[in-house]
């Protein structure tokens, strides 16, 4: 993606300033899988203004694939309950089977029911928002992620 999240250079893991801009340490790659273009864009934007590279796909079956005839691997997919030609729910139970054990995280939308959140536990999701997802829910993420290593 672009270099210039790169161009301040610190030796600290991440760097929380008093504006609350957020750097993670290391390169993290995150799938966004949202057929929502206004959510899909601003998560991307917030996500690569911490420094982090991102690949926006609009289904489950996309991400599926991507997972199984390429290469690709990412630090924390975000998953959509409701996508056009496969549901994030039989997404993350096929990535799952396939042996992914990348942090997925499941956006339920406002009008889903308790039901769909449980669903998605169910089907192997780490932990589950109502969307849209705040800057402070992916400030959390990226703190966990940036923490593992």
Do not use: W
């Amino acid at each position: 993606m672009s270099s210039s999240a790169s161009a301040s250079s610190s030796k600290s893991k991440k760097r929380v300033g008093p504006d609350n801009d957020f750097k993670v340490g290391k390169q993290l790659q995150v799938l966004i899988v949202d057929d929502d273009d206004v959510s899909q864009t601003t998560y991307i934007l917030f996500l690569q203004k911490c420094g982090v590279e991102t690949l926006g796909v609009r289904n489950g079956n996309v991400a599926v694939t991507i997972h199984d005839i390429t290469e690709m691997r990412f630090d924390l997919i975000l998953m959509n309950s409701v996508l056009p030609l496969m549901d994030g729910i039989p997404a993350t139970k096929k990535l799952r089977e396939m042996g992914i054990t990348t942090m997925i995280v499941g956006m339920t939308n406002v009008n889903d029911k308790e039901e769909v959140r449980k669903e998605f536990m169910e089907a192997g999701v780490d932990d589950c928002y109502e969307k849209p997802l705040t800057p402070e829910i992916l400030r959390s993420l990226l703190e966990k992620l940036s923490n593992k290593a």
